[in-house]
T-cell receptor, first 111, second 118 residues
Framework: SQTIHQWPATLVQPVGSPLSLECTVE??????LYWYRQAAGRGLQLLFY??????ISSEVPQNLSASRPQDRQFILSSKKLLLSDSGFYLC??????????FGDGTRLSIL | AQTVTQSQPEMSVQEAETVTLSCTYD???????LFWYKQPPSRQMILVIR??????QNATENRFSVNFQKAAKSFSLKISDSQLGDAAMYFC???????????????FGKGTHLIIQP
């Protein structure tokens, strides 16, 4: 069966520091991959999605970036974090027209 | 761009009773998918039910069913025989078919906090 792993679960970072969140999927090949952010008390906002290695689509202009160095690996990065980057980040995958399946999320706090 | 609106920030229901959560959406597309996701305090997003826009029949999954009104752009979730484990945030979500192949991301509403009274 397919599983999705996302880490770390919790992260506390100072303003201006870099960020790297990682997501991997097992049990499937060539998945569609997604990064979402959930601000406090809000719904999820799509940040990036990828249909293949090296193919990244950005939905929201910001100081975050995403990369897909391997088929089942999706990384969310930032060179310099802002206070407004705080939130709950969720990775998801899907295959074809099947629904998206989500990881357990990363709670990011910026100090 | 599509938008999804959940007009009920919070709903409360007695255990074993039925509750309906509302969702409306705005789109100019004729073919799309709609979903309800549940987010318990653990914050994991769990798929509850999905509906393909081209299907007139309302989707049902055990105690969960939807009332899909395409012309009205309405997609409500009915939970029958509510249980304590149903307490969670519920999000309505829309997925376009524009990009093809199912790669489109989801557009979410702001959620409804469902409280189950014992």
């Amino acid at each position: 069966s397919q599983t999705i792993h996302q880490w770390p679960a919790t992260l506390v970072q100072p303003v201006g520091s870099p960020l790297s969140l990682e997501c991997t999927v097992e049990g499937t090949s060539n998945p569609n991959l997604y990064w979402y952010r959930q601000a406090a008390g809000r719904g999820l906002q799509l940040l990036f999605y990828s249909v293949g290695i090296g193919q990244i689509s950005s939905e929201v202009p910001q100081n975050l970036s995403a990369s897909r160095p391997q088929d089942r690996q999706f990384i969310l990065s930032s060179k310099k974090l802002l206070l407004s980057d705080s939130g709950f980040y969720l990775c998801a995958w899907s295959s074809g027209w099947e629904p998206q399946h989500f990881g357990d999320g990363t709670r990011l706090s910026i100090l | 761009a599509q938008t999804v609106t959940q007009s009920q920030p919070e709903m409360s229901v007695q255990e074993a009773e039925t509750v309906t959560l509302s969702c409306t959406y705005d789109t100019s597309e004729s073919d799309y998918y709609l979903f309800w996701y549940k987010q318990p305090p653990s914050r994991q997003m769990i798929l509850v039910i999905r509906q393909e826009a081209y299907k007139q029949q309302n989707a049902t999954e055990n105690r969960f069913s939807v009332n899909f009104q395409k012309a009205a752009k309405s997609f409500s979730l009915k939970i029958s025989d509510s249980q304590l484990g149903d307490a969670a945030m519920y999000f309505c979500a829309y997925r376009s078919t524009y990009s093809g192949g199912g790669a489109d991301g989801l557009t979410f509403g702001k959620g409804t906090h469902l409280i189950i009274q014992p």
